[in-house]
C-alpha cells in the first residue's frame, strides 16, 4: 500500500463507491412518499422494501448507504453459503435465495433508459 498506484487504485475504489451512493441518496431524497392506506406497490418502488425492519427513512447520505447495504445483504449471503449448498443440497434453500435475490433485482430507484409510461416501476427523478 505504499505503491503510488496501489494509493491511486484505493482512492478510485473509495471515490467510485462514494459516487454510487451519493447519486442513490440524492434519488432517495426526491423518491414519492406514500399517500393514504390504499398506496400500492405500484405508486412506490419502495414500499415492499421500506418494510425491512432495518430500513431507514430518512433521507440522508448514511441513510441511502444503510439500504443499499440492505439491498446487497441477500447476494453476499449466497456468497457465504453456496459452497456449503453444494455439500449439503436443500433445494428449498436454494429456491428461497432465488426469489429473494429476484426481488432485489426489482428495487429501482434512478430511472432505467428507454423506459416510459405509467406501469414502470423505475422512479423517475425530476
Not at 482512492?11 to 398506496?39: C, I, M, R, T
Not at 400500492?40 to 414500499?47: A, E, Y
Not at 447495504?69 to 453459503?81: I, N, S, V
Request: hydrophobic letters at 45%; proline letters at 8%.
Amino acid at each position: 500500500m505504499t505503491e503510488y498506484s496501489s494509493i491511486e487504485r484505493w482512492w478510485e475504489l473509495v471515490f467510485s463507491a462514494y459516487l454510487l451512493v451519493s447519486l442513490h441518496a440524492d434519488a432517495f431524497q426526491h423518491s414519492p412518499q406514500l399517500k393514504g392506506e390504499n398506496a400500492t406497490v405500484s405508486s412506490s418502488p419502495l414500499l415492499p422494501f421500506k418494510q425491512h425492519p432495518f430500513w431507514e427513512l430518512e433521507m440522508t447520505w448514511k441513510s441511502a448507504l444503510n439500504n443499499l447495504r440492505l439491498l446487497r445483504q441477500p447476494y453476499c449471503c449466497w456468497g457465504w453459503l453456496e459452497p456449503w449448498l453444494q455439500v449439503f443440497s436443500i433445494p428449498e434453500l436454494i429456491y428461497g435465495f432465488e426469489q429473494l435475490m429476484n426481488w432485489m433485482d426489482t428495487f429501482r430507484l434512478l430511472p432505467r433508459p428507454g423506459l416510459k409510461g405509467p406501469n414502470v416501476l423505475a422512479l423517475k427523478v425530476a
